[in-house]
């Protein structure tokens, strides 16, 4: 956890060495720097109640109660520090500050029984509507909707800013959390603000809120808001001064369904990481097909093609099929995409989060609803809004995105063509398969309450003010790697954690994926695991004849340069998958290195004639051919690999080596500008050529010198 001040965190390390003694001095030193009347009072009594154990305990007198009352003193001071820290915390951001200040200023009742209440008679207020008369009915329902919204944001704001709760207000707030007398938006609003005080600050009551909420709400939103909540605020740093945290851990373990619900949410926070590289994938790979596809349009009936141009199916006649070929197989992809978990609207909602809707901090969690007060405007004018509510409704959008959708919709839609417009009006456009948004399973859920995190984390202008779990280096991030905690090892979650590596290297996360290998307990330690941290030898005593085993010896003996044994691991490879090309590739690279070209030019005579069109093959195939001195042979497959637009940088230094070696200097000295030119200067040979490769063929230093005056001259 940071804090803003480096005394104040000397009292942290302290607390979090379950040194009571050295924090209580520590708090000593800071508020000798910074009085504060309150807080002393508070810590000279802790002072007095931890020097009179302290004393008994130096007389030699011995307490059975020593170890609890310890742990209650050490407790004390830690709420003492917290709340002292959030006071710093609010202190130093304005944003903070106005936040705070505004929430507490206004002349509210804001005790649990007076909030409650307020909740309370919104839902009543809202039932008694339907007995209004209807002339005044829609305006008391704006009005009470408008006063409610506004009590719910200072409400969010006063939870997202408190201090430290006693157990008597954690335990009055689950009681609401939990009552069927309070709407369920209401309900995930305190959630999310709760889980946001929780980040800032670790505080032990809340936590078991939102772990018992979880286990006991009847309401899948509001659980699965609470799981996502208390995940995010565990802190491995407090474990001593809390127990208490990993017990109720270890009660939650016992049930194989939140074993369950962990391991997606931890998979879903590895596809949420990638929201920017997906969509950069978008953005590059498939909307360029999407966007220059103008022969189509979108209809009721899906995509249909335009009014057919006589002279292009003259001159093209399948190019309209190969366009909608393209076309459906870009928007298959993104659906394909969405369908695996992939967050595919964040770059194009990013850019609607600078409304003013979003100004309020509440706004950016509160669940959609279409009489939220900020949005209702829009919706009494929107003439498509049966269109519109259709998308919402069946889009795969997370709130927020629903609510930079209608906000921007209101705007678009008034300019649209009347025929369009009258088409909407008559829903009959259609997005086609978009329609999956109706599942309402708890992952699903839970997955879009994170893009509402996500976006909020990493769009809101303020977000500095926090600790943002999306900022730094994610691999050692407790929030987004919670399967790599302490707290988690040994624990019926072991049995999950092999899905959890899978998808991390599926997506080259390997450095998170490492730190959860860490926490594996000896049982689960086989020749897998041993794959996955690299330890091939273990996993080859384990598994004498496991694949991957073999290939990753292979190749780390390669890296090596220890070719005899990497040769030896690939001929072992054959053995098991005799018609593994790449085995046979490799292989034949490694008896290159070992000069022996008779050997190598057996598989490569084979390959070429097998995968003739595979230029890794041939671009091997062309050097050992110039390393057997078969020079002719080599230009040729040279000449052949340039001519098809497939040769590397490498392969133009390697022609030159040949035409070199068959007295074209002229030839060798293009083909080695070329490589200079596609090579960046720290990426090229030092010296340009290998010397002693060449000396063994004959050439002299003399000709060395000379052919590098005329490649860089």
Known sequence: MKTIDHSLERVYLQLCHANCGLAIAEMETYLAAWPDGKSSEALRVVREDYDLMSG??????????????????????????????????????????????????????????????????????????????????????RSLYKAHQQQMSALFNYIFTSRMWTEGVGKNFTDLLLSPTVDNIDQQLIVSAIMLSLMNQFDIVKFRLLTDVYRQSQDEHVRQRALVGWVFSLDRNVGLVYPEQKEIIDSLLTSE??????TELQIQLILTLNAEKDNDIIQREIMPNLMNNDAFHITRNGIEEKEEDTLEDILHPDAAERRM??????????????????????SGFAQMKRYPFFYDIANWFVPFFIQHPDVAQFVERMECFTFVESILNKGPFCNSDKYSFLIAANDVISRLP????????????????????????????????????????????????????????????????????????????????????????????????????NTFPDN????????????????????????????????????????????????????????????KLNKAVCLVKLEEYEDALKLLY?????????????????????????????????????????????????????????????????????????????QRNDPLFDFFWLKDRGVDIIQFNMMIALVQG
């Open 56 to 141: 008994y305990w130096r007389r030699g007198v011995d307490d059975d109660q020593r170890e609890k009352q310890y742990q209650y003193l050490l407790q004390r001071v830690y709420v003492l520090f917290a709340n002292i820290a959030v006071h710093r915390r609010l202190q130093t951001s304005s944003f903070l500050m106005g936040i705070y200040q505004g929430a507490r200023q206004a002349s509210r009742d804001w005790s649990l029984s007076a909030i409650r209440g307020e909740m309370e008679n919104f839902v009543s207020e809202i039932a008694m509507l339907e007995f209004e008369a209807e002339d005044t009915r829609e305006e008391k329902h």
């Open 257 to 262: 369904a939140i074993c369950q619900e962990l």
């Open 325 to 346: 070929e393209k076309l459906e197989a870009s928007m298959q992809r993104v659906i394909d995409m969405q369908k695996e978990g992939v967050d595919v609207y964040f």
């Open 418 to 517: 009347a025929s369009m417009r009258d088409a909407m009006k008559r829903n009959e456009a259609s997005l086609g398969e978009m329609e999956i948004g109706e599942n309402q399973s708890a992952a699903y859920i839970r997955r879009l309450y994170l893009m509402d995190i996500y976006r909020f984390f990493r769009l809101f202008p303020n977000r500095s003010a926090l600790n943002n779990p999306f900022d730094g280096n994610i691999a050692d991030n407790d929030i987004l790697n919670f399967f790599a905690l302490e707290m988690f090892m040994e624990t019926p979650l072991d049995g999950y954690k092999l899905s959890v590596v899978r998808m991390m290297k599926k997506h080259r996360l390997d450095k998170m994926a490492r730190a959860v290998l």
């Open 524 to 583: 689960m330690r086989d020749a897998q695991f041993y794959v996955w941290t690299n330890s091939f030898e273990k996993a080859l005593e384990l598994e004498p004849n496991n694949v991957r085993a073999l290939a990753g010896a292979a190749r780390w003996q390669f890296s090596c340069g220890d070719y005899a044994q990497a040769d030896d691991y690939y001929d072992r490879l054959l053995l098991l998958e005799p018609e593994k090309v790449s085995y």
């Open 606 to 682: 084979q390959l070429d004639y097998e995968h003739g069109d595979d230029a890794n093959i041939q671009r091997v195939f062309a050097w050992a051919l110039t390393c057997d001195g078969k020079l002719e042979q080599a230009d040729k497959v040279y000449t052949q690999l340039i001519a098809a637009q497939q040769a590397t940088a490498e392969d133009y230094l390697n022609q030159g080596y040949c035409l070199w070696l068959m007295k074209r200097i002229d030839d060798a000295v293009e083909s080695f500008r070329k490589y200079i030119e596609l090579t960046p200067a720290e």
